[in-house]
């Protein structure tokens, strides 16, 4: 007999997809311990296990798995190939459905006015303290892109309104917002978004305590501190409007000590999760909860409460070294909605990280 673990390590799925999937008869253990409730699957059992979870992967309805691991375990192989044909022609028709959708999408973009047009050919110069504009970077340099296909997020937002500069960058999975104040422009709103390289040079320069120069030329900017500068080309392409991915709506507060926090993280229980199939790429999931006297706890594994929130580990980690405070507080919402990490000053530097599906 195999126990649950073992089943959730050798079919792909997690230990808490097994316990859904026999609640929804799918895949029903063939032993459950009438004291402990704890699942035993016989060796058999594998092989199913291990289609349901490609099944899943494909897409297809539960109620279409039923059938086809119903017919896998006989000999009606006809049933089974009919439902896997159906299920692709699904697919197809829905590809063929959203390309027309992205296709008009495309041209509705293209008669749109840009309003970065007018942001590039700006010449702004503008005066911000060493030590604020270093911390600002600091804050949101782990939330920057790396992903080839989104070179936009391969950056940090530099945005500069009235007599304040913030700093934006994200992944999608994660966003970090940070501000520093500025003297010297009182002009239009203006954007940059500096590539990771020219944002690390600017953060070795921040060493002193003496203001910096910022200059935005068009799509060059530059960074002087004394008689040190650098200098570089901004990105050639949009910054999502992180002001409406920062609406979030009410949730419930927390405050945390950082240092024991990162230890019940660390030394807590994880979930891994395939979040990337196509380049087999996982990531631990911490889970998440919060009690009435708000204390945030991290959940040991089989805790299936409908209101606790999955979030990656490594990316939380992060996140609290960022908030650079012995305490920050913990903004969690619903379990779909994104979670925010904040310093308890209120100041206008916080992290989002966006929450992982716990059932599969």
Known sequence: MRSIGEMARDSGLGVSALRFYDRAGVLVPAWVDPVSGYRWYDPGQLEEARVLARLRRAGMPLADIRLVLAGWSSTDTELVRGLLQAHLRRLELGLSDARSEFSTLRALLEHRENPMTAIRTATVQLSVPAPELAAALDAVRFAAGSDPELPMLAGVLFDIEGEGLNLVATDRYR????????????????????????????????????????????DRVSLESGDRQTVGQCLDHDFPDYRRLVQLPAGRRALVDVAAFREALETG????????????????????????????????????????????????????AAGDRDELILDLGAPTAPLAIRRPEEEPAFSILMPIRLED
Do not use: H, K
């Not at 500025?182 to 600017?202: E, F, H, K, S």
């Not at 953060?203 to 030329?217: C, K, N, S």
């Open 175 to 218: 966003m970090a917002v940070a501000r520093a104040a500025t003297t010297g422009y009182d002009g239009p709103r203006v954007q940059a978004v500096v590539p990771l390289p020219l944002a690390d040079a600017m953060r070795a320069l921040l060493q002193g305590e003496e203001p910096v120069r910022l200059a935005v030329d068009g």
């Open 269 to 320: 229980p994880v979930r891994a999760r395939q979040l990337r199939e196509q380049d087999g790429e996982r990531w631990d999931v911490s889970v998440l909860r919060m009690a009435d006297d708000g204390t945030v706890t991290v959940c040991e594994d089989g805790d299936d409460d409908r209101d606790n929130i999955g979030v990656n580990r490594e990316f939380l980690l992060d996140a609290l």
